[in-house]
């Protein structure tokens, strides 16, 4: 669930959103990445991590951004100052 109460479902290949408490529910599809992980910021931005990278969007998933970050993006760690880091298998 994000900032504004819309619940958000990330699968292997689909984000689904509700805005209406379930009742109705979009469904756009992720970027193919592999996907290992998921992440909502302050925002309500949603990253996705997996082989290919790490992509985002604001807009529940209608658009999709590169953030060309190295393959193989595995976790996401927000501080509690709001810093933001991505993790692979060799490093944070």
């Known amino acids: 669930i994000d900032s504004k109460n819309n619940i958000i479902i990330i699968s ?10 379930g009742k109705n529910w979009q469904r756009n599809l992720i970027p193919n990445n592999g996907f290992y992980n998921a992440f909502i910021n302050e925002e ?9 990278g790490v992509f985002y969007t604001s807009d529940f998933g209608f658009t999709w951004s590169d953030v060309n970050f190295q393959k193989d ?11 933001q880091y991505i993790g692979t298998t060799l490093h944070l």
Request: glycine share 6%.
């Open 12 to 21: 292997k290949n689909e984000l689904i959103v509700s805005s209406d408490f």
């Open 44 to 52: 309500d931005q949603i990253f996705i991590s997996g082989k290919n």
């Open 73 to 83: 993006a595995n976790c996401f760690f927000e501080t509690s100052q709001g810093e």
